[in-house]
């Protein structure tokens, strides 16, 4: 009998306490086989969030710190330049990444970190209970914003990978998603050139990854599939934001 | 109590006020004393104004600050002199920028030396040279350290590149130590 | 090496390349500048790396990441910034890292002002982040001593895996005296196996910051404790002057403490029984510093409103032995103040 699938080298051979339906999962392994086949798994170092990926360091098995609450960005910055060489990673939520930590992302991006950032948007605080994100849409339910977000009252979502495209230092920014096995595959390949980027020292690059939780949107896991399809994408349009590798060809 | 020498200077920014306390400190170094250098502090600290404090001991040093103790007080303005000279302790000496600075009403219990300094540096062909006049004349009065060492310290200050002035600056502070003397001859 | 007249902002560069730290992060802030200024000139050239972060915030976060990379390397601030850099501290001190910070402390509470003061006591020595832990602080009161204590900071904090605090003052900072780098005694100093580096083909090293059962975290708290009581016992530090047959002695540290020496220096001449005792370190307290069978009274002495006051009382063990005088808000102290005060409490005692 042939194998046909087995676990990336790079996942632990743990169970994960995410939910049923959450994406977190998908994105795991997808990080995980970019790094394996690109021979990296030895010199990743994973910057793990304050959120529901605050445990991601022991699913991964390479190196892994959990960073203060947005903080990754700047945890990451002194891992990598300290150690140029080796593949530096942060993974974060929107909570993290997109409010607490916006500062940290955007000057990490200024700088042109030689970093990659995957950005974990499903619109949503989960680890919490809920709450409404930088990124919930106009009129999601959250539990502070139960009729809704109002934008007349909480402001409009962050497209995030669009300002961050905006800075010089970004090199790489590509949005995906993973609510099909189509879309699945495109994010693991914009994970892989996030990536390459980052070895070719060409400066920071970043991956938004939309994505479910079934969970705090009250939804079943194939629904909240649904959600991601026909009422985020229509706000975030998935698709590469800046390439600079591209330019001068 | 062993000999401990308080030089509090002050003046305008930009009349080397500040290199004028670090050369006497440097030099006291390369003298095995012990010194400290500290520049101006507190709500005087503004206006553009710069002053420094230099202590000199052969002991440890405790207090790095001059409050109304100085032994030596250097004045290179008028405004710096009026906000001044009552930090210099009775019996201690006062040297003053005689070019900037006049005194209907001196203090009768300290020394004076007024010494023209500006116009000394003029003649010498630099304005700029002002601050060792000054320096020459103080410690060529006060005895603070071997008038040689300032300009082993003006090296070590200045650097390689600024070696060339040295001839100069030697001048200027034997034109000091000159003036500083026939004040007293007349 | 010959001594060198140096800025004690400009002697923590020197000292801390000397003790091997490639590594600076910080934010501009007054009365510390030319410490971030002239790192950010040296690092390149030995092949270390400098980076202005966007904030303390980010700059102690900075200064994690490095930590848990395996690096020597520091931050330093003054006390506003290190008020905001509590966060990573706290992380740091769970995560069990060794990290050096410098602060240049000034007025406050709040934006503050700029002067020279020692406001942030209570923020350093008790601690500032959330949780039960401890930094080691080292309070230098001079500026051969502050180069001492940064070379010797890098070599504590990697000995037991600890967040080292130098608390000098803006003073300090500014002020220039002759220095010398020396060698720091030998410490035993392990390999830092547990460090980032990627897994290199081994197992992958974590560095945990989270325990989400409570009575993991209280034994890793208990843990950490047993760790403080070692440093407690190895580590606290102070130096005594004119103590012998002192009735009346000084408590004071930094700068404070060298306008009291001047001021025992004047009461002795005047026939006074009065010494000084100068704590080096903070945290561990010197609390056998404050045990003496002569002593009538312990002279608190603080550029602040008596943040020591309650270590002293603890190591005397009665508040009413402590008498206080201090300036707050960057208004300095002078030594005729410090000598009235005490003879004040002195009464006609000589």
Partial sequence: MSVVFERSKGLADVKTHYCPGCSHGIVHRILAESLEEMGLLDEAICMSPVGCAVLALDYFEFDGIQAAHGRAPATATGVKRVHPDKTVITYQGDGDLASIGMCEIIHA??????????????????????????TTLPGMKATTAQLGRDVSLNGYPIRVAE???????????????????????????????????????????????????????????VDALEFVKNEMIPYYPLGVKKDTTKEGQ | MSKIDRIFCAGFGGQGVMSMGQLLAYAAMLEEKEVTWCPSYGPEMRGGEANCSVTISDERIGSP??????????????????????????????????????DDNPRTDVTYYKIPVNSIATRLGKIQLANM?????????????????????????????????????????????????EMFRK | MAKVLLKGNEAVVRAAIEAGCKYFFGYPITPQNEIPEYFSKELPKIGGAFVQGESEVASINMLYGAAAAGARAMTSSSSPGIALMQEGIGYISKAELPAVIVNMMRGGPGLGGIQPSQSDYHMCVKGGSNGDYHNIVLAPGNVQELVDMVQEAFDIADQYGMLVIVLADGLIGQMMEPVELRKPKERPIQPKTWALTGPNGGKPHRIYNLKLQAPDLEQDNIDLFKKYA??????????????????????????????????????????????????????PFPYEAFQRKNVKKYLDVELNMGQMIDDVAIACGDKNMIEFFGHTGGVLITVDEVCEFAKKVMGGAK
């Fill in chain 2, 133 to 181: 006049v000054m320096l020459g004349a103080v410690n060529d009065q006060a005895h603070l350290v071997n008038q040689d060492m300032l300009l082993e310290a003006f090296k070590k200050v200045f650097g390689a590149a600024k070696e060339k002035y040295i001839p100069i600056n030697k001048e200027a502070l034997a034109e000091g130590a000159k003036a500083a003397q």
């Fill in chain 1, 163 to 221: 300002l961050i495209s905006t800075l010089d230092g970004a090199k790489y920014v590509e949005r995906v998603a993973v609510c099909s096995p189509a879309e699945v595959n495109k994010a693991k390949a914009a994970i892989k050139k996030a990536l390459e980027v980052q070895k070719a020292g060409l400066g920071f690059s970043f991956v938004e990854v939309l994505c479910a939780c079934p969970t705090n949107w009250g939804k079943t896991p």
């Fill in chain 2, 65 to 102: 600050l001059i409050n109304n103790d100085a032994t030596v007080g250097v004045f290179m303005n008028g405004a710096a002199y009026t906000k001044f000279k009552n930090k210099v302790e009775a019996g201690g000496k006062i040297f003053m920028n005689s070019d900037l600075i006049d």
């Fill in chain 1, 109 to 134: 991006a200024a700088r042109g970190e030689k970093i990659t950032t995957i950005f974990i948007n499903n619109g949503i605080y989960g680890m919490t209970g809920g709450q409404m994100a930088p």
């Fill in chain 3, 230 to 283: 070692v440093i407690e016992k190895n580590e606290a530090r102070y130096e005594d002057y004119m103590m012998e047959d002192a009735e009346y002695a000084f408590a004071s540290y930094g700068t404070a403490s060298r306008v009291v020496r001047t001021a025992v220096d004047k009461l002795r001449a005047e026939g006074y029984k009065v010494g000084l005792v100068r704590p080096q370190t903070l945290w």
